[in-house]
T-cell receptor, first 112, second 113 residues
């Protein structure tokens, strides 16, 4: 059974600092891994998807790395802004069309 | 151009009632999902349908009955609502045969009085 842990559970940084969000998973036999953002009272916005064969994926200020063999993924957010304040969730998936298994999320607050 | 849309957005009702949540996707995906986010914000899969067929049923009480009239719709009916059913329910969709991401709706916040 896949278990996903996200550390830290909460993070508060001043604007401009780089953010590092960690995700670990117990079953390394994954198909891909998705990072999401959730704003309070809102739905999930997909940020990045990394295929199991990839080491990293980038979109603007966001970069996600994947070390499948050690069961880890890291989301880096460069030059954080107050608008980055949200909860970030990682979710590996075992096979196409299968369920996502979510971590508990990291709640990020970027202070102006 | 809403990709995955759920209705209603909010649902407040009393214990014992029966209610339905509807979900529609216009992405041409063949697989749809229901996830539940509890009060502690943990998100867990409930059901998954592929081309109208149930493929995942994650130990959910049989008071919950999903129905997929076609591959663009997946509805969730809940009988005899209980206090513990209070949560946010998210619908999602994806292509089963491809590596693409799952796309989520905005959620339905269900509150049981």
């Amino acid at each position: 059974k896949q278990e996903v842990t996200q550390i830290p559970a909460a993070l508060s940084v001043p604007e401009g600092e780089n953010l590092v969000l960690n995700c670990s998973f117990t079953d390394s036999a994954i198909y891909n891994l998705q990072w999401f953002r959730q704003d309070p009272g809102k739905g999930l916005t997909s940020l990045l998807l990394i295929q199991s064969s990839q080491r990293e994926q980038t979109s603007g200020r966001l970069n996600a790395s994947l070390d499948k063999s050690s069961g880890r993924s890291t989301l880096y957010i460069a030059a954080s802004q107050p608008g980055d304040s949200a909860t970030y969730l990682c979710a590996p998936i075992k096979a196409a069309g299968n369920k996502l298994t979510f971590g508990g999320g990291t709640r990020v607050l970027v202070k102006p | 151009d809403t990709a995955v849309s759920q209705t209603p957005k909010y649902l407040v009702t009393q214990m014992g009632n029966d209610k339905s949540i509807k979900c529609e996707q216009n992405l041409g995906h063949d697989t749809m999902y229901w996830y539940k986010q509890d009060s502690k914000k943990f998100l867990k899969i409930m059901f998954s349908y592929n081309n109208k067929e149930l493929i995942i049923n994650e130990t959910v009480p049989n008071r919950f009955s999903p129905k997929s009239p076609d591959k663009a719709h997946l509805n969730l009916h809940i009988n005899s609502l209980e206090l513990g059913d209070s949560a946010v329910y998210f619908c999602a969709s994806s292509h089963r045969g491809g590596p693409g991401p799952q796309h989520f709706g905005d959620g339905t916040r269900l509150s049981i009085l």
